[in-house]
């Protein structure tokens, strides 16, 4: 008895003494894209010029999460376009003029800048050549050819602004359309698996991949101009910053934010150097740049990863083996909590932060960043089917005659429970919390979605740079983790399962 | 005929025979579905003496020793233990006061032999030295060498294993001793050795046993008393010679003959009587 209270103590220490404090002074964010990061590192160095230390939350994971990050105030300011504001934030409802934008953002506590100076809205693109041998120019000439491939970004799939709308206003006859993650399309351009998807008018793999962006005949886009949203309390908890972010406004025209992601993307230079340069050549703002080592990076990525993985394991055993011992000791009650923790691990990992960001700002936790709750509680959910379901049928795998010879000497439940259920099911408990951990080791890597970091970052910049290397500074981590976490779980069976269990006849 | 199988008890007022027995079943019934395992049945069993509940497999037999022990819930009627009506608040003090051997012995394979039968006065927080004495005396009732305790049940013969299931069993010394085929999983050899043993063990302990078997030799080999079952009803209760002489129904002398061939095998005298 002693030893399981001495070993829940320690698991609740491992899992809940922090190694982190939540970073102090003006907190940046961007999305997951090249540009949105570029300008949030020039924010960052805007804020640091004004003498404030700050934090940029870099490719946290769409529109939604950065808004409501903003909204709980665990982002202060991030590069925001206005079709996005129209159309996704407020709902195309809301009139799209300036004005009644600023009043309805303003209700909910967030300022709008002014324009930076470029307008980067969506666009159709095809391979240049492609859409010579077709003929097509203009959107409507896509209505002729029903057979082309359509692959989109999985956020211009279901945006308001998006494909749906898109269709309905020209009347496309496509069937075959793909929702894919962005950073791939032009890849699958490039090899013929699509013929058209969307693009970005400041995407500097335009010219790279030699694509033909679709004149917009019908003027379906609006208009993206960038601009800042701000919350209001900023301007009273940094009042010297506020200057300083808005040296941006109408600081940034569309040939250069093409030549600044031009510069990252295709010359491979870091989004805080290509900022660092604009801020000296155009404002006159000197940056300091840390240099990163690779050994620095992979510690410090697997330092936060590990912070991820223990604080959504630990809980997630200590809850699920409880759930697992009612589950199989009561029928009713069982088929309900199966059911439960079987419909949590369909929910799309994104989907879940989203649902999820709300209530940790309800609760007063940061839902973004570094040790955020989001990604740790939406990690620790995943984790229970495995080990709920182990508890479960490990239990009930038992043999009924261990079960009534352990009745008959007359001990009571509880105690046979501890000292016969549970260690006759350990091997199936420590199995299910074994694949648990694998899972979660790999999961972990969604915490970059929201800013946590880990080793899922440079797989999301790699993948967004279209650079290997740096999708292998985070992949190969994660899978030699992984193994490690299997092996040592491997070496636990010597601790947790009974030795009556590990040896065989005639030893 | 011994003394002990005269038909006196039958005839008690119902009141007293339900108070001096060791065990009372009173109109106890048990279904599981549409399956009648046991008809409502008044049965007893009196303290010091060895019975066998003896018939096919179906008969209900296991069913009645677990129902004894409260392991299945009766149907209908009471089951008193010493007097006391077995219910959810005495069971467990009622389980204790009850020794329990199955088939294969239900050893716990994360536990060594030691620990399998200490495993109840560790929950009563015997004392260590107490525990020691008390396995100690118990290997050698039943002729276990002290080290083959440290060993788990993995690693011990068929025989073995149920000797350390007595042991087990006997651990609080309890009143009654319920056996469900404790013999049935070994080979023959083991088997002769271990009923001898046995019979010897329950000699000196001078307990009520309840053997369940299907075997009319062990049957003729443990018991003062039979009870012959069939369908979930008890058909005649009695000595061997008894059955064989009297029989309550021709299915009597019908399953007494199917296995008669190897009765000439065993003892046939007498087991002495208890101390009823």
Redesign the interface.
């Known amino acids: 008895m002693t030893r399981w209270i001495a070993t829940i103590v320690v698991l609740l220490l491992l899992a809940f003494v922090p190694l982190s404090c939540r970073p102090q002074g003006l907190k940046v964010g961007s999305k997951k894209f090249t540009e949105s990061v570029i300008l949030g590192e020039m924010l960052k160095s805007l804020a640091e010029d004004a003498g404030t230390p700050t934090t940029h939350y870099r490719e946290l994971g769409g529109t939604k999460l950065v808004f409501q990050a903003l909204l709980n105030g665990d982002v202060d300011v991030y590069p925001e376009y206005t079709g996005t504001i129209a159309e996704e934030i407020l709902g195309s409802d809301a009139a799209a003029s300036p004005g009644a934008m600023e009043a309805a953002l303003g209700e909910r506590g967030v300022l709008l800048s002014r324009p930076l100076g470029f307008n980067n809205t969506y666009a159709l693109a095809m391979l240049a050549t492609r859409a010579d041998e077709l003929g097509i120019e203009r959107i409507s000439d896509l209505a002729r050819h029903p057979d082309l491939v359509f692959g989109f970004g999985n956020e211009f799939m279901d945006r308001q602004d998006g494909w749906p709308n898109l269709q309905q206003r020209y009347q496309l006859p496509q069937r075959e359309v793909r929702g894919l993650d962005h950073d791939l399309a032009y890849r699958q351009l490039n090899l013929g698996s699509i013929d058209v998807t969307d693009a970005y008018t400041t995407d500097a793999k335009i010219s790279a991949y030699e694509l033909r962006l679709l004149e917009d005949d019908l003027n379906y886009f609006p208009r993206y101009d960038a601009l800042l949203l701000i919350r209001q309390d900023l301007a009273s908890r940094f009042p010297q910053v506020m200057s300083s972010l808005l040296r941006l406004e109408g600081a940034v025209s569309e040939a250069e934010m093409m030549a600044a992601n031009s510069r990252v993307e295709l010359d491979q230079i870091s989004e805080t150097q290509v900022a660092a340069e604009f801020l000296r050549a155009k404002l006159g703002v000197t940056a300091t740049i840390e240099k990163d080592s690779l050994l620095r990076r992979v510690t410090e990525r697997t330092i936060e990863h590990l912070d991820l993985v223990r604080k959504s394991l630990i809980p997630a055993i200590l809850l699920a083996i409880p759930l697992g011992i009612v589950a199989a000791k009561s029928a009713r009650s069982g088929q309900f909590i199966l059911a439960v923790v079987g419909v949590v691990q369909t929910i799309p990992s994104l989907a879940l932060l989203v649902i999820l960001m709300p209530v940790m700002a309800a609760l007063g936790l940061a839902s973004v960043g570094l040790g955020s709750s989001t990604a740790v509680t939406a990690l620790m959910l995943y984790s229970l089917l495995p080990i709920v379901r182990n508890t479960f049928s490990g239990l009930r795998s038992v043999a009924g005659e261990y079960y009534e010879t352990a009745a008959a000497l007359g001990l009571p439940a509880g105690y046979r429970l501890a000292n016969i259920e549970l260690p006759l099911a350990s091997r199936s408990i420590l199995s299910g919390i074994k694949t648990a951990a694998v899972i979660n080791v790999g999961f972990a890597t969604l915490g970059a979605l929201i800013g946590a970091g880990g080793y899922g970052q440079p797989i999301i910049t790699g993948i967004r740079l279209n650079d290997t290397g740096t999708i292998l500074e985070g992949a190969i981590p994660a899978a030699l983790l992984a193994l490690a976490v299997q092996g040592g779980f491997e070496l636990s069976e010597r601790v947790f399962v009974p030795r009556g269990l590990r040896i065989r006849r005639g030893d | 005929m011994p003394a002990w199988a005269s038909d006196d008890d039958h005839r008690l007022p119902a009141e007293s025979w339900i108070f001096m027995a060791i065990i009372a079943l009173e109109n106890v019934s048990k279904k599981y579905g549409q399956v009648t395992a046991l008809a409502p049945l008044d049965l007893t069993f009196d303290a010091g003496r060895i019975y066998v509940l003896l018939g096919t497999s179906g008969c209900g037999k296991s069913t009645l020793l677990?129902l004894m022990?409260g392991?299945v819930s009766a149907d209908s009627g009471t089951v008193r233990i010493a007097g006391e009506v077995l219910c959810p608040a005495n069971?467990?003090?009622?389980?204790?006061r009850?020794g329990?051997v199955?088939q294969?012995a239900?050893l716990?394979?994360?536990?060594?032999a030691s620990q399998n039968v200490s495993?109840?006065a560790r929950?009563l927080k015997w004392a260590g030295p107490r525990i020691e004495e008390r396995l100690c005396e118990l290997a050698e009732l039943v002729q276990l060498p002290r080290a083959e305790l440290e060993r788990?049940?993995?690693?011990l013969s068929g025989g073995q294993q149920q000797r350390v299931g007595l042991m087990?069993a006997l651990m609080?010394d309890p009143d009654v001793l319920l056996m469900d085929e404790p013999l049935g999983a070994l080979d023959p050899i083991i088997r002769a050795d271990l009923q001898a043993d046995l019979r010897s063990i329950f000699r000196r302990l001078n307990k009520t046993v309840v053997i369940v078997t299907h075997d009319v030799h062990e049957a003729a080999f443990f018991a003062d008393e039979i009870l012959l079952l069939r369908a979930g009803q008890l058909v005649q209760r009695g000595s061997l010679s008894e059955l064989l002489k009297n029989p309550a129904d021709p299915f009597v002398t019908e399953f007494i003959n199917a296995q008669r061939h190897t009765l000439g095998d065993g003892p046939d005298d007498a087991p002495a009587g208890g101390a009823a």
């Not at chain 2, 069971?91 to 204790?96: A, I, N």
């Not at chain 2, 716990?108 to 060594?112: D, E, K, Q, S």
């Not at chain 2, 788990?152 to 690693?155: A, C, E, I, R």
């Open positions: 677990k022990l392991l069971m467990l003090e009622l389980r204790r009850i329990y199955i294969h239900g716990f394979p994360h536990l060594t495993l109840v929950q788990f049940s993995s690693q087990r609080l």
